[in-house]
């Protein structure tokens, strides 16, 4: 289940989980949301689904948070967590910096790359607009930083990236004769203000998810004057997986 993402972040340090592929469908949605709670999180979700050539469910992402943080949609004009069915979703995740921080999660659509993610781009660019807060994207971008810098998405949000050294990787595949083959397409965009407070993307090696690794990364919000946190603790995000 998806609890095992939280669960390998689930001491109090680890505060904020932003959860791709996790192979939910709609009707077991609220099992996992009651679950999570019971283990200390708050949760918002959207479901997997059946892909047209697939047997089994795929995709499907949800933002966890300690029960001490609030986590709201981020209206006014949105009564869902929901970004893009499937794919993205958001919250306004309250108690880390004064007015909130918005949350998103994101599992990029393959094949296709960039361009076939233009649909989602847009909706999250229009959430980010209309609040004047500061944002963390925690997502599966299937492609690496060069490709979604060139995108040109990254300066319209005003974003800046956070990923692992290269030469780690954070997706662990196995080519043909069994070698095995990394690529570093899990990390983090952040607003330019709050990039000031974030401290370096890494990897869990020792991790017992599959094929993803999961990234952490933390502020260390003390030392910006201008961000105004409510609590003078750093706060640690992770960019995490669900077993496939």
């Not at 990029?108 to 980010?128: H, L, S, W």
């Not at 956070?162 to 690529?183: K, L, N, R």
């Amino acid at each position: 289940s998806s609890l095992s993402a939280s669960s390998a972040a689930s001491d109090v340090y680890k505060q904020q989980v932003f959860v791709q592929q996790h192979s939910i469908l709609e009707h077991g949605i609220p099992d996992a949301q009651n679950a999570a709670f019971e283990i200390g999180w708050r949760s918002v979700w959207t479901a997997a689904f059946i892909p047209l050539a697939g047997i089994g469910p795929s995709a499907g992402a949800a933002i966890f948070v300690r029960k001490h943080l609030g986590l709201r949609y981020p209206g006014p004009d949105k009564d869902s967590s929901i970004v893009y069915p499937g794919r993205a979703v958001a919250a306004i995740i309250e108690g880390t910096f004064k007015g909130g921080i918005i949350g998103i999660a994101w599992y990029f659509i393959t094949p296709g790359g960039v361009r076939a993610n233009a649909p989602i781009y847009c909706e999250i660019a229009k959430i980010i607009a209309s609040h004047d807060r500061l944002f963390v994207i925690g997502a599966d971008w299937n492609v690496d930083t060069a490709a979604i810098i060139n995108s040109g998405f990254i300066d319209a949000i005003g974003g800046t990236l956070f990923a692992p050294d290269p030469g780690t990787g954070t997706c662990i595949t196995h080519v043909q004769g069994g070698a095995e083959h990394s690529s570093t397409i899990d990390y983090f965009c952040v607003s330019a203000h709050l990039a000031r407070a974030f401290s370096p993307a890494t990897v869990i090696l020792d991790s017992v998810i599959p094929t993803h690794r999961p990234v952490p990364a933390s502020t260390n919000a003390t030392e910006v004057k201008h961000l105004t946190p409510t609590k003078s603790k750093p706060l640690l995000f992770y960019t995490s997986y669900a077993p496939h």
